[in-house]
């Protein structure tokens, strides 16, 4: 299937930026989002009535993230960092 979109050009240059980033062509990083987002069923239900299917399918889903995303810093995930106005 082929697909047209049309990109505001501020959101192509980030697009484009992102991409990159991942070693990817913007077309294959687009797709690589839809391909995420295609599988937002919930399998929540498989948990009580067949808990192996779902540990297969939460096993699928874990697996399908790229290992290769940065690890938030101790200091980006503090609290101090979160809420930064509170004391």
Known sequence: MIVVIQIPEDR????????RARGLTVER????????N??????AHLQESNPKEWARQFSAWADSHDPATPVLSDEAMSRDSIYPDRV
Request: hydrophobic letters at 65%; a negative charge; glycine letters at 0%.
């Open 38 to 43: 295609a599988h937002a069923m919930s399998i």
């Open 29 to 36: 990083w687009l797709l690589e989002l839809a391909d995420q």
């Open 12 to 19: 192509a240059a980030l697009y484009l930026q992102q991409a």
